[in-house]
């Protein structure tokens, strides 16, 4: 059997960030940051010689502190889930659906949730959900992007090579509806198309973020509650929803062009009405 | 490289190439119950648990688990002393080809461990990591179902 890495001579586990940041700067390009490292299976990486693993950077956390949720970049999707779950707080719906349907009960034993922003690809479910609320990602312990930009502009691009993405903070609303549904072929798969809405309740806004059609996941709108519920009740086809035919469409084998744009339709039109009916706190 | 870490209750120290992953390595030592499917983390055949938790063997790098606890199949039970979870795989005919089963029954026992009386949808959810293309899954969830009656102490061992 294949080495998961062939070529990787070193694996590296600093213990603390300015070990790491220092030997970012001696290591050679085909240096991999790793957290849980799943990707690998997806994504086969023959270049990497050096591992650098942050399992030893004390990154496995979640706090819960005021409207602040801080989310350590090693943490992995299993804990943040049963944190959410047991913290009982509302609003957090669209996160926590997310979670449950990312890949299969072992993959989220050890998917982290660093590793989904860093190295993200169109299926990623939780950056749909996160999109949807004020999350910011912070880099090197000390700078702060927000995701739109991250998801935006990429996150090597934004991260960099000798930077580590080491925690994630969402600003959690005082009042908020929020639902995420995602289509693949069975309960398991890859997003075809994958939704997020949020009723900002606390802000009179409603916020959505798409996934799986697009390379990355997206911001798609965001609106006031009034618009929304206007355009439902005239029954027309509101003006918000043309933001989904201005996404440029990644390719899929699974399903046409033509089918996506239509599902995704759907199930922004069906998640806006459960958030509006109050939904899934 | 040299790694340090508990296998099956035992203090194990091993060599490993740096980039290897950890089902490799297990076999290396001799504990062929962790089986290599598909290498990306989607047929759950290779599942061990680290730390009590199931994760997919064939993903995980073996330096990765330095100081961690793994328990593999055979950390379980014997064949001479099987743990009651593979007992009940055996009495509902869970088992064909067997080579999905070492990573259900892990699953099962993860389950179990912290669900002693689960509902189906539980099971079914426990299980999402494991594909079985003998079975068709029935057996497999009564199986988990009788197990956790007779860990609760439900049924006598000998029904």
Redesign the interface.
């Known amino acids: 059997m294949a080495h998961l890495l062939p070529h990787v001579t070193e694996f590296l586990v600093p213990s603390s960030l300015d070990e790491a940041r220092s030997l970012l700067e001696t290591l050679p390009e085909t240096t991999m940051i790793l957290g849980g490292g799943v990707s690998l299976g997806m994504i086969p990486r023959k270049r990497v010689t050096h591992v650098l693993s942050i399992s030893a950077l004390g990154l496995d956390y979640i706090n819960i502190d005021g409207d602040d949720l801080r989310i350590g970049a090693a943490t992995t999707l299993d804990s943040l889930e049963d944190t959410l779950t047991s913290d009982g707080r509302s609003g957090l719906g669209a996160i926590t659906e997310s979670i449950k349907r990312t890949a299969t009960t072992p993959l989220r034993n050890r998917i982290t949730v660093g590793g989904i922003l860093a190295g993200v690809g169109p299926w990623a479910d939780l950056p749909v959900a996160l999109l949807t609320y004020e999350t910011t990602v912070i880099i090197d312990g000390a700078r702060s992007v927000t995701l739109d930009s991250v998801m935006e502009k990429g996150p090597r691009h934004v991260i960099g090579n000798h930077s580590i993405l080491t925690e994630i903070r969402v600003k959690l609303p005082s009042k908020a509806f929020s639902t995420f549904v995602k289509v693949g072929r069975n309960a398991t798969d890859l997003a075809i198309s994958s939704v997020a809405v949020n009723n900002r309740c606390d802000k009179k806004t409603i916020i959505a973020a798409v996934g799986g059609i697009v390379p990355r996941p997206v911001k798609l709108f965001q609106t006031s509650v009034n618009d929304v519920r206007q355009a439902r009740d005239d029954g027309a086809s509101p003006r918000f929803m043309n933001h989904i035919n201005d996404v440029v469409l990644r390719r899929d084998h699974r399903a046409s062009d033509e089918y996506r744009i239509h599902l995704t339709k759907r199930l922004l039109m069906d998640s806006l009405e459960h958030v509006l009916n109050g939904g899934k706190a | 490289?040299k790694i340090a870490f508990t296998l099956n209750g035992a203090a194990v120290e091993t060599d490993a190439?740096?980039?290897?992953?950890l089902?490799?390595v297990l076999r290396m030592l001799g504990l062929m119950g962790t089986k290599?499917g598909c290498?990306?983390?989607?047929c759950?055949a290779c599942?061990v648990l680290?730390d009590g938790?199931?994760?997919?063997s064939?993903?995980?790098?073996a330096?990765?688990i330095?100081g961690h606890e793994v328990i593999t199949i055979e950390g379980i039970g014997t064949p001479l002393n099987p743990h009651p979870i593979q007992e009940e795989f055996v009495k509902a005919g869970a088992v064909q080809c067997g080579f999905c089963t070492p990573g259900m029954i892990l699953?099962a026992y993860a389950l179990l461990m912290n669900t002693p009386d689960p509902t189906q949808e539980e099971i079914v959810?426990?299980?999402?990591?494991n594909l079985c293309r003998c079975t068709g899954y029935v057996k497999i969830v009564e199986a988990v179902h009788a197990a956790a009656r007779r860990l609760r102490g439900d049924i006598d061992d000998e029904s």
């Open positions: 490289m190439h740096p980039g290897a992953r089902v490799d290599y290498g990306t983390g989607e759950g599942v680290v938790k199931p994760m997919n064939c993903l995980i790098l330096p990765h330095e699953a959810s426990a299980l999402d990591g």
